[in-house]
């Protein structure tokens, strides 16, 4: 089961689409390393007449002879791979005789060696393909690059026809990747991987989930031990001041006022670096729902499960895993794991909520001290969830229902009807708990939909 590719079929149907149009594309797709990018597009290319080109560091020369290698492949045409055509003339050529998908992959290395390199696109599309019948597909993993090259001062801004943002898989696509593992251990590998298909692929069902951890991210050989720091030079010259405001958030510093208190730095840095990190979708920044947005009731958190463990738990246990303490990490990790897995089961309970209710608006609420796990609005009526990453006695379960019915009243949704659920691990007395009108779903409810 390993092989099998998962899920993706709005998007293999968006790009479907778009190539059987009968006009020029220009379509861009970007999304984190690793997320399935590359996967999706030789995918969604299966059965049309294609070119696939993956730019990579060598010069830019180089690329350029691999690219006429590759267009004198579609068109047919030896003379072509042999030319000094430079990339302009080329796409001049596969305006003129190509119809087909033409697939430019890892872009940002295009970038990179030829900053004029977007401006040569530019001009290719505009004298040579935007009335020939060619899909242009350009891809690539540096956020930062792919939306420069899609902002207001690219000159690619305004002439493309597509765009697709691929984001990680969802939790429910988990047990894809690993049937022989049950719903809690589906949920404790999202914990450390979020839906990242290169990540899922690495576990080994035939193992324990604990000895995949260990394996995949503890030591100093493990592949996603230094995985995270690579994403970050990725993106920025100088990571050091944004890990530390990653560790801050890792150990639970949220606001704008802790972070600027952890870190130690002036509040003009940190949000310069806020802002760099959620644009790279390291972190988003959140509101509470159904609270005005201010700065001082926003929190930052982060945007994937990778990071989140990776911050929490390799990071800080660097020198360790460094000098081989292996035994000290894992206990670790393990000791506090739990606690840990509160906040990635609420992320997960949240999606499962939009996906069963599909409420008009929601999400996560807090005020003045006061917290609710999920908080949803639909035809009139408030739905108040409490999130438990544990076993619930009969008379836990009240106890938390009463405490929410408590803190219901002081958040403003406009309506007076109020239902009130709760989503736990395990909940003992569930029938009584549902007779009395509540809403209460377990782990493999969030599995069944
Ligand atoms: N939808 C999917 N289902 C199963 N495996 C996938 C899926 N998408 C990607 N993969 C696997 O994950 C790995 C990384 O994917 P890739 O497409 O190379 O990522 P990217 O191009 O975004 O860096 C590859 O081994 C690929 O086969
Ligand atoms: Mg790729």
């Keep these: 089961m390993m092989q099998q590719f998962v899920d993706r079929e709005y998007e293999i149907k968006a790009l479907r689409r778009a190539f059987e149009s009968e006009r020029a594309e220009l379509i861009v797709v970007y999304g984190r390393r690793r997320v399935g990018k590359t996967a999706l597009i030789l995918k969604s290319v299966e059965g049309f007449r294609h070119l696939y080109f993956l730019a990579d560091e060598r010069s830019e020369g180089e690329n350029l002879a691999e690219f006429r290698k590759k267009v004198a492949e579609l068109l047919g045409d030896d003379v072509i791979a042999r030319s000094d055509l430079d990339w302009v003339e080329l796409f001049r050529l596969l305006g003129e005789r190509g ?12 970038v990179e060696g030829n900053p004029a390199f977007p401006s040569l696109l530019q001009k290719a599309w505009d004298l040579h393909l935007q009335n020939s019948r060619v899909k242009l597909v350009l891809v690539g993993s540096s956020i930062g690059i792919m939306e420069r090259l899609l902002g207001h001062k690219s000159p690619l801004y305004g002439r493309r026809t597509m765009q697709l943002d691929v984001k990680p898989l969802r939790y429910w696509h988990v047990g894809e990747f690993l049937q022989g593992y049950s719903p809690e251990d589906w949920l404790r590998v999202y914990g450390v991987t979020d839906g990242i298909p290169a990540y899922l692929r690495q576990f080994d069902e035939r193992l324990s989930f604990w000895e995949n951890v260990e394996r995949l991210f503890l030591q100093k050989e493990s592949p996603l031990y230094t995985e995270a720091e690579f994403l970050l030079r990725q993106e920025f010259r100088e990571p050091a001041r944004y890990f530390s405001i990653l560790k801050a958030i890792a150990f639970g510093k949220t606001s704008f006022g802790e972070i600027v208190n952890f870190t130690g730095f002036d509040r003009g840095t940190v949000s310069r670096y806020l802002d760099n990190l959620a644009r790279i979708r390291a ?51 393990k000791v506090n794991f739990d606690h840990y897995m509160g906040r990635v089961f609420e992320t997960a309970a949240a999606d499962f909520l939009w996906r069963k209710f599909a409420f008009e608006r929601g999400g996560r609420w807090w005020s003045r001290g006061e917290e609710i796990d999920f908080v949803g609005l639909k035809k009139g009526k408030a739905y108040f969830f409490e999130v438990k990453w544990s076993k619930l006695t009969y008379h836990g379960a009240r106890e938390v229902l009463r405490s929410l019915e408590r803190k219901a009243r002081y958040v403003r949704t406009g309506t007076k009807e109020m239902l009130f659920g709760l989503i736990a691990r395990g909940v003992e007395g569930r029938k009584k708990l549902e007779e009395r009108g509540f809403l209460v779903f377990e782990l493999d409810d969030l599995f069944a939909l």
């Design 283 to 333: 972190i988003t920044k959140v509101h509470p729902a159904f609270e005005p947005e201010k700065r001082r009731n926003a929190r930052y958190e982060f945007a994937d499960n990778y990071f989140r463990f990776w911050f929490r738990f390799v990071y800080p246990n660097r020198e360790r895993i460094e000098r081989e303490l292996y035994g000290e990490v894992i206990e670790d990790v």
């Design 99 to 110: 119809k087909g998908v033409v697939v430019i992959d890892e872009l940002p290395y295009l």
